[in-house]
């Protein structure tokens, strides 16, 4: 059985002939897929010696070796371009996520779908990929633990850009409505909150720029208002 995370990662795959999943760990999302029928092979990709003995294991475990298979190697260099109709890269930040992307762009261009879990940065992951020549095309956001997991799909093409609230919250969730979304702005609200206390502290020894204390404060009005909105 997955995590919520990982179930939240495997409900955005497309049912396809074969995906990639980086930093497979475990192997549990594809084992998941293949025993669910979603896939019907998944190329596994770890840099490190013993989570890829991990994942030999438990792909043999399933008896799964002749549809899941490891490779080695960092990010998308073990694929060849076109080998993957879509690409998993869950459970790292934000801007690994997106150097990942960047420095295989000719193998994550060739997919149809890119599914990405950042455990933080997300917005920064966002803004890349509006950026960088993909459109996001479906978010889900789950709970495990004390935290909020986000995970976004998104295909190659056009998009406009987003704005900053959009960034961090999601502009599928924003317009979903997601009953989780509430606790995640007012989570984003305390994170923007600590900043401007930690500018404010800093200004005592250095002078920070006047517009970082303006942008700060203008984002905590604008998730304050977004809080306060009824339902």
């Given at each position: 059985m997955l995590s919520p995370r990982l179930k939240a990662v495997a409900d955005l795959v497309q049912p396809a002939e074969c995906i990639a999943d980086i930093g497979t760990d475990h192997a549990l999302l594809p084992v998941y897929l293949v025993e669910h029928g979603v896939v019907s092979r998944v190329i596994a990709v770890e840099k490190a010696a013993g989570p890829t003995a991990a994942a030999?294991?438990?792909?043999?475990?399933?008896?799964?070796?002749?549809?899941?298979?490891?490779?080695?190697?960092?990010?998308?260099?073990?694929?060849?371009?076109?080998?993957?109709?879509?690409?998993?890269?869950?459970?790292?930040?934000?801007?690994?996520?997106?150097?990942?992307?960047?420095?295989?762009?000719?193998?994550?261009?060739?997919?149809?779908?890119?599914?990405?879990?950042p455990m933080n940065r997300v917005a920064f992951l966002r803004r890349w990929l509006t950026e960088n020549g993909w459109r996001i095309t479906a978010?889900?956001?789950?709970?495990?633990?004390?935290?909020?997991?986000?995970?976004?799909?998104?295909?190659?093409?056009?998009?406009?850009?987003l704005n900053w609230m959009e960034e961090e919250l999601g502009p599928y969730l924003l317009a979903s409505g997601h009953p989780l979304l509430k606790e995640l702005a007012a989570r984003t609200l305390r994170y923007y909150e600590e900043k401007l206390a930690g500018l404010s502290r800093a200004s005592r020894r250095v002078q920070p720029a006047a517009g970082d204390f303006a942008e700060l404060a203008r984002r905590c009005e604008q998730l304050r208002a977004y809080l306060e909105r009824d339902e």
């Open positions: 030999r294991r438990a792909v043999a475990a399933a008896g799964l070796e002749d549809r899941i298979e490891v490779r080695v190697g960092v990010g998308l260099s073990p694929l060849a371009k076109g080998e993957a109709e879509a690409i998993v890269i869950a459970g790292m930040g934000g801007e690994t996520i997106a150097d990942i992307l960047a420095a295989g762009a000719a193998v994550a261009q060739a997919a149809r779908l890119v599914v990405a879990q978010e889900v956001l789950v709970p495990e633990g004390r935290r909020l997991y986000q995970a976004v799909a998104a295909a190659p093409g056009a998009s406009r850009k």
